[in-house]
């Protein structure tokens, strides 16, 4: 009989199989209910083995955390191309891709779970916030934002993430009507900036210049037209 040996990996290559395979089993469980133990054997090594390569528990789920951060963060990023409405679109639906794909996990770090509750993790989502709210400016093509226009982007960004974790307990919404939905209130809530603000007013009017009608925003002028409401 044939035996097949097994191949060696690098003290990088095996880090990177580790991450992997805590961020598949942290997908499926929150961090805190996947033990070391499970881990070793997803990877078919060790238990020891592992703690060769982490500390512990906790400095592989922030590994774990720092390339789920950086993919999260990615997420936001789109071709400056064409209508705000089609490119925001776009971006929620990656982002719920990555909220459905990775629920237990994603809920447990914004939910402030005990393993996601050191400030290494803090500060990871910190980053992954500011990545979202750089990269929505970047779209709208301002290069020092107006008090209000931050306002705008930061609170949709908290408002994305919010709806996500509510979605994720029941999935009560059909996904792809939350993901226009966001989008709508996004456009809500930069049209009531503007009637605050000028200077808000005046990056709206632009944005829905380039807007068509059967575009994401046109359809959330549409909806409230037909409820009698005047946008």
Do not use: C, N
Not at 185 to 206: H, K, N, Q, S
Request: proline residues 5%; glycine residues 8%.
């Amino acid at each position: 009989m044939t035996t097949v040996a097994r191949r060696r990996m690098g003290v990088e290559e095996r880090k990177q199989q580790l991450i992997g395979v805590a961020l598949e089993l942290f997908s499926d469980r929150s961090p805190d209910d996947v033990s070391i133990d499970e881990i070793a054997a997803a990877a078919g090594i060790s238990r020891p083995l592992v703690y060769h390569y982490f500390p512990g528990k906790q400095s592989l789920y922030e590994a774990a955390l720092r390339r789920a951060a950086d993919d999260l963060a990615d997420l936001f990023a789109e071709p400056r191309e064409g209508p705000l409405g089609a490119r925001l679109l776009r971006v929620m639906g990656r982002f719920f891709d990555f909220v459905e794909q990775h629920g237990p996990g994603f809920s447990a770090l914004m939910r402030g779970g005990p393993a996601a509750g050191s400030s290494t993790a803090t500060a990871m989502v910190s980053e992954v916030r500011q990545a979202a709210y750089e990269q929505i400016v970047a779209h709208l093509g301002v290069g020092r934002p107006p008090a209000r226009l931050e306002l705008v982007v930061r609170s949709w960004v908290s408002l994305a993430e919010t709806t996500a974790l509510i979605w994720l307990d029941g999935r009560r919404i059909p996904r792809d009507e939350l993901e226009l939905q966001l989008v709508h209130d996004f456009a809500a809530l930069a049209a009531v900036g503007a009637a605050y603000d000028e200077e808000m007013a005046a990056i709206l009017l632009r944005i829905v210049a380039d807007e068509p009608a059967d575009g994401a925003f046109g359809d959330l002028v549409g909806r409230l037209t037909r409820l009698g409401v005047q946008p």
